[in-house]
C-alpha cells in the first residue's frame, strides 16, 4: 500500500497521459481502506491534468463499487469536483452521480448539471456519457423526457458517429 500522504499525486503522475497508469492500484488501495478516499478526493487539486484525470476515474470506479461512500460526500461531487473545468473530470462525475441514491433535491442539482454539460460541451466522451445518464432518469422524469428529446433529435445529427449513434438508440428505445 503506497505510504500516505495529502494525495495521489505521485502513485498517478507519468506514463502515456492515454494510459491508466496506477489508477488500478490506487483502486485496490481505497477500496481496501475506506479512510483514503479523502487522499484520492485531495488529488483532484493536481496541477497535472492526466494525475487529476486518473484521479476521476479511480473516484467512478471507487463508487462503483461502494456508492455510499459518495452519497456521505456529495457535496464534494458537485462541489469541487464538478467545478473542475476538465472534460475526463466531467463525465466522471456524471457517471458518479448515476451511480448513487440521490435525494429529489440533489437528482435535481444532477439533472441541471448533465443538462448543461448536454447543451454546452463538444467532448463526444461527455455527451455520450452525459445524454445516456440524462436518459436513464428520464425514464421517470416526463418533464426531463420532454426537455430531452429535441436535444437527443439535435445530436442524432452530430458528425461523430458514436454521438449521433447513441441519440438515435436512445430516441429509438424511449
Known amino acids: 500500500m503506497p505510504a500516505p500522504n495529502r494525495s495521489y499525486e505521485l502513485e498517478l503522475l507519468g506514463g502515456h ?22 487522499r484520492l478526493f485531495a488529488t483532484l487539486a493536481s496541477d497535472d491534468a492526466v494525475v487529476r484525470m486518473r484521479a476521476g476515474d479511480a473516484l467512478e470506479k471507487v463508487c462503483r463499487q461502494q456508492p455510499a461512500w459518495f452519497e456521505q460526500r456529495i457535496e ?50 461527455v455527451l455520450n456519457t452525459t445524454m445516456q445518464q440524462l436518459f436513464a432518469w428520464s425514464r421517470d422524469d416526463p418533464a426531463l423526457a420532454a426537455w430531452l428529446a429535441p ?24
Open 151 to 174: 436535444q437527443l433529435t439535435r445530436l442524432a445529427g452530430d458528425p461523430r458517429r458514436s454521438v449521433a449513434r447513441r441519440a438515435t438508440r436512445l430516441l429509438t428505445s424511449g
Open 17 to 38: 497521459p492515454n494510459s491508466l497508469g496506477r489508477t488500478p492500484e490506487v483502486v485496490a488501495a481505497v477500496l481496501a481502506d475506506q479512510t483514503l478516499l479523502e
Open 76 to 125: 464534494r461531487v458537485f462541489g469541487e469536483m464538478a467545478a473542475i473545468d476538465q472534460l475526463s473530470i466531467q463525465w466522471h462525475v456524471v457517471q458518479i452521480l448515476g451511480e448513487i441514491r440521490l435525494t429529489a433535491a440533489q437528482r435535481r442539482r444532477a439533472v441541471a448539471l448533465a443538462q448543461r454539460l448536454l447543451t454546452t460541451a463538444s467532448d463526444w466522451i
